[in-house]
């Protein structure tokens, strides 16, 4: 089993930034990608930014330029910046680790866009 805490959500003004962080609790060696997920309330769970085991990346269209998912194998952790809100719903992120077969998920972490 494989744990995953997330952090670094809240509230921001939109045109803000945050930072959300992922970390694991066994190492990314034989990752074979990891992504950030959101769900808002009555939404479905939907794909805002992945990234595969050799460090390509896509990302909804909604965030492309303004969202960055990164990784630090050292650390067992996963990244997502997110750099000019916009004002939306709020919304549950999720981090997600997918090791051959299994997908692991972080508990969720709250971000809410609003002046």
């Known amino acids: 089993q494989v744990q995953l805490v997330e952090s670094g959500g809240g509230v921001v003004q939109p045109g803000g930034s945050l930072r959300l962080s992922c970390a694991a609790s066994?190492?990314?060696?034989?990752?074979?990608?990891v992504g950030w997920y959101r769900q808002a309330p009555g939404k479905v769970r939907e794909l805002v930014a992945a990234?595969?085991?050799?460090?390509?990346?896509n990302y909804a269209d909604a965030v492309k330029g303004r969202f960055t998912i990164s990784r630090d194998i050292a650390k067992n952790s996963v990244y997502l910046q997110m750099n000019t809100l916009k004002p939306e719903a709020p919304a549950v992120y999720f981090c997600?680790?997918?090791?051959?077969?299994?997908?692991?998920w972080g508990q969720g972490t709250q971000v809410t866009v609003s002046s």
């Open positions: 066994r190492n990314m060696y034989d990752i074979y990608s």
């Open positions: 990234m595969t085991s050799g460090g390509s990346t």
């Open positions: 997600n680790f997918h090791y051959e077969p299994s997908d692991y």
